[in-house]
């Protein structure tokens, strides 16, 4: 099986898999759900592969990509893991964390992939179709979001055919779960809050710590002050919109769509990027977003909001 020329989406299977991995062992690209987002998959060890990925989301060279690989003994071979490193590891993958680690002399990775720096982006990833292809194709995958560079993440793949065209080939495997990005940690600093919080890493380390949400040095992937963005302007913190506004409510602020009507920022983080996709394909001049409270997940909402509401 290949993928269609009219239309290159197949649903998952064994034979989509082995599809998709025959376009990324020829140098090629293909967009592939996670739990968290879908992915733009290269081999992360090819540098031209790895420019596809640069080239079709219009990305920053200077903005690092995640590889992902399918265990820890994977990992290990990349990059050097402290014991820290190593009890995240353990606690949390499979799974939503990316670690920031230094990387290893000889391990492969493009240069494109690391932007140039002596640290990698890691993470074991826990979706069946990230998995599968993985195994399928025995490489290393470089796999940010399969958008175009700033624009809101997909969690379906139609929001990755309307961001990044009909060239595209999608592995289909529905709707993803978190609807998040992964947190990104680094040592015990939080680079970029994620599906694991800031209280499930305290769990296991002990104490760890927020990073700056816009560094001057970007060190890993989502660190851009604006990012995730939709096309028409977005207002924060709304409980009542203007008429040319299309609000995305939350618990007991209702709009023109809700977020989570019972008030869970589970729910609300799972349909985030599906709610904003279908705001800016809405009528409405500008989009507004009722507000979210911080804790726990309610902390990476709310990062993603304000990137993309910076313009």
């Given amino acids: 099986m290949t993928f269609p020329p009219q239309d290159p989406t197949l649903p998952f299977g064994p034979e989509a898999i082995r ?29 031209e592969a790895v420019a596809r990925i640069y080239a079709a989301k219009g990305r920053p060279s200077f903005n690092p990509l995640i590889v992902h690989v399918p265990d820890l003994t994977a990992a290990l071979a990349l990059a050097d893991f402290d014991d820290d490193a190593l009890a995240l590891a ?3 993958w499979p799974g939503p964390l990316t670690l920031v680690r230094p990387l290893k002399a000889g391990a492969g990775i493009a240069s494109l992939v690391t932007a140039g720096l002596d640290t990698v982006a890691i993470r074991v990833p826990r979706h069946r ?14 796999a940010p979001s399969a958008n175009a560079s700033g624009g809101i993440s997909p969690t379906r793949s139609p929001h990755v055919r309307a961001s990044l065209g009909p060239g595209v080939p999608i592995l289909d495997d529905g709707a993803t779960e978190a609807g998040l990005e992964s947190t990104i940690v680094f040592g015990r600093t939080i680079l970029r809050p994620g599906p694991v919080t800031a209280a499930m890493l305290a769990d296991v380390l002990g104490e760890v710590e927020q990073g700056p949400k816009a560094p001057a040095i970007v060190t890993a992937p ?21 008429a040319d506004e299309w609000l995305i409510g939350f618990g007991a602020v209702r709009g023109q769509d809700n977020l989570s009507e ?46 993309a509401a910076t313009r």
């Avoid at 967009?31 to 081999?43: F, I, N, Q, R």
């Fill in 19 to 47: 599809a998709a991995a025959a376009v990324i062992l020829d140098g090629g690209i293909v967009a592939v759900p996670t739990e968290t987002v879908y992915g733009l998959a290269a081999d992360a060890t090819a540098s």
């Fill in 90 to 92: 353990h606690a949390f």
């Fill in 129 to 142: 179709a990230m998995q599968a292809l993985l195994a399928e194709t025995g490489r290393p995958l470089a």
């Fill in 222 to 242: 989502g660190q851009l002050a604006s990012h995730y963005a939709p096309r028409k302007a977005l207002r924060l913190n709304v409980t009542e919109a203007a």
């Fill in 262 to 307: 019972s008030g869970d920022p589970v729910e609300a983080a799972a349909r985030l990027f599906d709610a904003l996709h279908r705001a800016d394909a809405s009528d409405r001049a500008r989009l507004a977003v009722a507000p979210i409270p911080d804790g726990g997940i309610g902390e990476a909402i709310n990062d993603r909001l304000r990137r």
